[in-house]
Structure formats: C-alpha cells, structure tokens
C-alpha cells in the first residue's frame, strides 16, 4: 500500500512483513503528519508522527525514534501492532 501526498509517496506499507515507510519529501508541515497518522490508523499501528521543538519524532507504543525521510520501521517489533 502507497499513500501519496503532494506527488510524494508520505506512507508505504508492505502487509505481509509489517515494514512501515514514512517520507515527507521535506515537507515537514502540519498536513503531512496528519496523512501519515491517518495512513498509520487505518492499517492498525498503535503509532503517532509528531513535533517537538521543531523536530519530528515518530512514537510507537511508547518507543520514541527520531523522523527521517525514508524511516522504515516494523511496529510489531516494538508493540506498535493492535
């Protein structure tokens, strides 16, 4: 599955092997967070895309990791799957 957003593919996700890949394309705006976690709602990841103090940080059930263009990360390896 592939949610694009302003020509920039925001949300992958590949079913079968629970890996997630988030890329804003250097729009770090409101907007394309909120895609993202919409992206991450539908497909039933207990995670969240936010901001603190300018930086993004992505929290999955508890375990913070930084943002980056192109994060991949599976959350059932950190509790992130409902």
């Known amino acids: 599955m592939i949610v694009t ?3 920039t593919p925001v949300f992958k996700w ?3 092997s629970g890996l997630i890949v988030l890329d804003s394309g250097g729009w770090e705006t409101a907007t394309t967070k ?3 976690n919409q992206c991450l709602d ?3 990841v ?3 895309v936010y901001q603190k103090n300018h930086d993004w940080y992505i929290d999955i059930n508890g375990h913070t990791i930084d943002f980056f263009d192109g994060v991949c990360f599976k959350p059932a390896e950190l509790g992130g799957a409902k």
Do not use: I, L
Request: charged content about 25%; hydrophobic content about 35%; cysteine-free.
């Open 5 to 7: 957003y302003v020509s």
């Open 14 to 16: 590949a079913k079968q």
């Open 34 to 36: 909120k895609r993202m």
């Open 42 to 44: 539908h497909v039933g």
């Open 46 to 48: 207990n995670a969240r």
